[in-house]
Nanobody, 124 residues
Framework: QVQLVESGGGLVQAGGSLRLSCAAS????????MAWFRQAPGKERECVSGISSTGISFYSADSVKGRFTISAMNTRNTVHLQMNSLKPEDTAVYYC?????????????????WGQGTQVTVSS
């Protein structure tokens, strides 16, 4: 049974940083692509960052390029999202997602496994 557990969310002032973590179990990390999505109230869930199973390919949404960095520790089945220079518009629930295909996808429909989400709130 695949399980994804996020941690690291919270309240931060604009310009600050947070590091989200996703601990994965029940899956073979080396063949799963991983991604971080976010969903703000009244908005659709969007992919902000992704990493292929090989750790070679990455995706970053234009809105977070240069500010957010995704990384994976295959030996610990953990994925991180380092978020710097946070803005109020980054406020959302952030979700970790996994798909049993090696390449990244940016649509939420392509991900079968989801964490419960962690709230990130950026104050101005």
């Amino acid at each position: 049974q695949v399980q994804l557990v996020e941690s690291g969310g919270g309240l931060v002032q604009a310009g600050g940083s947070l590091r989200l973590s996703c601990a994965a179990s029940g899956l073979t990390f080396s063949i799963f692509a991983m991604a971080w999505f976010r969903q703000a109230p009244g908005k659709e869930r969007e992919c902000v960052s992704g990493i292929s199973s090989t750790g070679i390919s990455f995706y970053s949404a234009d809105s977070v390029k240069g500010r957010f960095t995704i990384s994976a520790m295959n030996t610990r089945n953990t994925v991180h999202l380092q978020m710097n220079s946070l803005k109020p518009e980054d406020t959302a629930v952030y979700y970790c997602a996994a798909r049993d295909i090696m390449v990244i996808a940016t649509s939420s429909q392509n991900y079968k496994y989801w964490g419960q989400g962690t709230q990130v709130t950026v104050s101005s």
